[in-house]
């Protein structure tokens, strides 16, 4: 898989500005669900250029949604993905994420 495949985007969330904006940075990024931790920590190499310390991974499950339809509630769930916390080397930043 390219490195382009396994990261599909950055996570802007509030709680994820913080940790990035803490003393260690902590970036968050929606990954493929077939990755794993290495995959994610070589992608982060390439494509941004850092060193990666640690990468903790997680399966966010879908939610539940409903919806009124001409013929009754329709019952539904919103994709499950997959969500990757990489803490970066003292020092270092992703200019593309902080700017």
């Known amino acids: 898989m390219r490195a382009d495949q396994v ?10 500005n913080l940790a990035r904006e803490a ?13 794993n931790k290495f995959e994610i920590m070589k992608a ?3 494509l941004f250029g ?4 640690s990468c903790n991974v997680m399966n966010v499950k879908g939610k539940p949604k409903y919806s009124r339809g001409k013929g ?3 019952k539904g769930y919103t994709v499950s993905w997959k969500k990757a916390v990489v ?9 593309a994420i902080e700017g």
């Open 23 to 35: 003393e260690c940075k902590k970036y968050t990024f929606r990954v493929d669900p077939k990755a």
């Open 72 to 74: 009754g509630a329709i």
């Open 50 to 53: 850092v060193n990666c310390i």
């Open 7 to 16: 990261i599909i985007r950055p996570i802007l969330s509030e709680k994820s």
């Open 87 to 95: 803490t970066l080397a003292k020092g270092e930043s992703i200019a």
């Open 44 to 46: 982060c190499k390439e």
